[in-house]
């Protein structure tokens, strides 16, 4: 089976979060299986000249966006049976970043046209094209309804992912001749209409053969009013053909025993390893130095979603209890702000970087001895993930992907391989905290508990095989 992916990001060329994590391991996961795998994203100012240097370039051709006509060149790189396709444009795409300029609409308007006209032209027509978020959530109703009339498109099949609801590409309506150089009818009929706009997501799961979101849990709360973010009402009305599929994590990248960032290697049978990560820890960051003392980590963006808002508010009860707190993000100036105030409170007990550094946060992962994602929402989350496989036991909100790969320890049965708590509430984090604080107290119990974690399996295994299983419903 042809399958081509379309995303704003992937890794290892560049990323943000989880989106980039998922189309860096699910294609790479289908291609060792022996699928024809295709992956398509712009070529962005920043994907590192290591990566530039071995890619091909195939030609170009021009896309027209309203009324400008714009340069589109393709350069392809193909790494562990997977081709890359880049989408050259300067003008759209040599800037630093990915995200948040004012002409993003425009930006990725183009680059949804050109990921459509490129399948032709360069003769990669897919079985499956599989699009994912907002940014090419526009593409099953421009192949449809644009580019319905070539005969090699029709037997296309799309799947749509939904990695985080909340951005849906609203833009006005003035976008769709002006952007796609199509007619005010579709926005008159309410096909692309929500609440005023023209809103991609909309769109795209009304188009889309079968829409898929990264939890099961996700998949079920994204169809209420409170977690719809206003499309919840068209989800119901699709439900249909929405599934949930868990990511999983890529266990060569993340893994303890090989991890080239962590002070020392260690697995499940050599687990008392793992306290000379969190020595090391303790040091770089400036707390205090004691095995003793439990460490909890966090690695998150601080922004509301991700339950900012409870740590500003309970973190100085937290600190009073005998424990240290690692946080490494950035993000909402008010919560940057708010965090370095308690931080200097607090010196010794809580360190804050106000950085995104993937080797620190490995060294997260593996030193601390607990890991906090309180998160409002979380589609699926990939942190719990690493650090369950890093013997680091979550304490999570339990919400969307963090109710289905946190199990939630039992005291009476002593099992489990984290900490949870229902209601989003400080008082309920905090209720949480003491009960690992309990159980970290208990060795025999907290090793085993750190084992149960470090052997489950969010492996890409059993992702990629539901996956197979919808391409291979829609190709039958």
Same mark, same amino acid.
């Given at each position: 089976?042809?399958? /081509? +992916? ?15 994590? =998922? ?15 295709? =992956? ?50 300067? !003008? ?12 993003? %609409? ?9 990921? #459509? ?65 199509? %007619?005010?009818?579709? @926005? ?13 997501? &909309? ?27 206003? /499309? ?41 390893? &793992? =306290?000379?990560? &969190? #020595? ?12 003793? #003392? ?15 808002q409870l740590l500003v508010d309970e973190l100085d009860n937290i600190l ?13 100036? +008010? ?16 360190? /804050?970087?106000? *950085? ?20 409002? @929402? ?39 391989? %984290? +900490?949870? @708590? ?10 949480? #905290? ?5 159980? !970290? ?5 907290? +090793?085993?508990?750190?084992?149960? *974690? ?23």
């Open positions: 089976m042809r399958i /081509l +992916f379309a995303g704003a990001e992937c890794a290892p060329f560049v990323k943000t979060g989880g989106l980039g994590d =998922v189309l860096g391991a699910l294609p790479n996961e289908l291609a060792e299986r022996g699928d024809d795998v295709g =992956v398509v994203l712009p070529l962005y100012q920043d994907i590192p000249d290591k990566y530039r240097q071995k890619m091909q370039y195939q030609g170009n051709f021009i896309v027209p966006v309203g009324w400008r006509n714009q340069y589109c060149g393709i350069f392809t790189y193909k790494h562990h049976g997977v081709t890359y396709f880049f989408i050259d444009n300067e !003008y759209y795409f040599k800037r630093p970043g990915i995200y948040g300029y004012y002409d993003d %609409g425009e930006r990725f308007a183009y680059f949804q046209q050109a990921v #459509i006209m490129m399948m032709e032209r360069f003769n990669f027509i897919p079985s499956i094209l599989h699009c994912n978020d907002y940014h090419t959530a526009f593409i099953p109703f421009l192949l449809h309804e644009k580019w319905g009339f070539v005969d090699a498109y029709r037997g296309i099949k799309t799947v749509l992912t939904i990695h985080n609801l909340e951005f849906q590409g609203k833009y006005n309506a003035k976008t769709l001749p002006g952007f796609f150089n199509m %007619g005010y009818d579709w @926005f008159d009929s309410g096909i692309v209409r929500q609440s005023g706009d023209v809103n991609w997501m &909309k769109t795209g799961i009304l188009y889309a053969d079968r829409v898929t979101t990264v939890s099961p849990s996700y998949a079920r709360e994204i169809q209420t009013p409170e977690f719809g973010q206003g /499309l919840d009402g068209i989800l119901r009305m699709c439900s249909h053909k929405v599934t949930g599929i868990l990511n999983g994590i890529d266990f060569k990248r993340y893994n303890p025993e090989t991890d080239p960032d962590i002070k020392a290697n260690y697995n499940v049978r050599k687990l008392r390893k &793992k =306290v000379q990560n &969190k #020595i090391a820890l303790q040091k770089e960051l400036g707390l205090k130095r004691a095995a003793h #003392i439990p460490l909890i980590g966090m690695v998150t963006r601080l922004t509301a979603q991700k339950g900012c009073q209890f005998n424990v240290q707190v690692a946080i490494l993000g950035n993000g909402d100036p +008010f919560y940057e702000h708010a965090l370095s105030e308690i931080a200097k409170r607090h010196p010794g007990k809580m360190s /804050l970087t106000l *950085a995104f550094d993937t080797k620190l946060a490995q060294r997260i992962y593996a030193g601390a001895d607990s890991f906090l994602m309180p998160s409002a @929402f979380e589609p699926c989350g990939l942190s719990q993930l690493i650090a369950l496989h890093y013997g680091t036991l979550p304490v999570v909100h339990q919400i969307g992907g963090l109710a289905d790969t946190v199990w939630v320890y039992d005291k009476t049965k002593n099992e489990g391989t %984290g +900490f949870g @708590f229902k209601e989003f509430s400080g008082y309920q984090m905090v209720q949480a #905290i003491k009960k690992m604080l309990a159980a !970290y107290g208990e060795k025999d119990i907290w +090793f085993k508990m750190q084992r149960t *974690a470090m052997k489950s399996d969010f492996s890409w295994h059993k992702s990629a095989s539901d996956y197979q299983w919808i391409y291979g419903e829609l190709v039958d």
